[in-house]
């Protein structure tokens, strides 16, 4: 079994997937240290996945991410979250020391996408600040941020997606694609982003993202 499996497609959508997120500009990366890479075994894998910073030892990424779709995974020990990647640079470098995995995410014997959200806890604080979660009620336009398999070394990112909770999940009309994967969804709160999803999936129209209403207060 590969270490980190890539975005779970639901109802894929070759025509709006090939698009993909517009490449983030490389002076704007900095804005987004918080969100990084979570690699699997080795600081330069390709298996990876992204994930957000939410609490200075707390890793916010999807559920398939750490434990694949049958929720046997690698050891916590042998990811590594690499916050703000770009280019072959990271603003940090983090091994994981456990995992938390939404207890209804496996329940049935095989990944439940409504429950997609896993936490990774570092081995020590980082040095980044974190993003917070949204603790209020949210509404669009939503941002995505995100690596991806085809631009590994670069943020992805669209702020001005369309969307809304329906069946549980977050649904937005902006494409995503595999290594996207746990990457946030971002609701803008005053004049702050702040995280209110994990991206899970591609449907039919767009990305499926779990509320954070699902995940635990750090």
Not at 67 to 85: K, N, R
């Amino acid at each position: 079994m590969k270490a980190i499996l890539p975005l779970v497609l639901l109802f894929w959508s070759n025509a709006l997937a090939a698009q993909g997120l517009p490449v983030l500009p490389a002076q704007d990366h900095a804005l987004w240290q918080a969100v990084g890479r979570v690699n699997a075994a080795g600081y330069r894998t390709r298996e990876m996945c992204t994930g957000t910073l939410i609490a200075p030892d707390k890793v916010l990424t999807a559920a398939h991410c750490v434990a694949g779709t049958d929720g046997l995974g690698p050891l916590p020990h042998e990811f590594t979250f690499v916050a703000g990647w770009l280019r072959g640079t990271a603003a940090d470098s983090v091994p994981g020391r456990a995992v938390w995995i939404h207890p209804r995410a496996y329940s049935e014997g095989q990944l439940d996408v409504r429950f997609d959200v896993a936490i990774l806890t570092l081995e020590r604080v980082s040095k980044i600040t974190p993003l917070p979660l949204v603790a209020t009620e949210t509404s669009a336009p939503y941002g995505i941020l995100g690596y991806s398999t085809r631009r590994p070394h670069m943020l992805g990112a669209s702020f001005g997606c369309d969307g809304q909770i329906t069946s549980a999940l977050l649904r937005l009309d902006c494409p995503v694609t595999p290594g996207n994967s746990g990457g946030p969804v971002l609701a803008r709160v005053g004049a702050h982003w702040e995280v209110a999803g994990v991206i899970s999936a591609m449907g039919q129209t767009g990305a499926l993202a779990v509320p954070v209403s699902r995940v635990p207060r750090p």
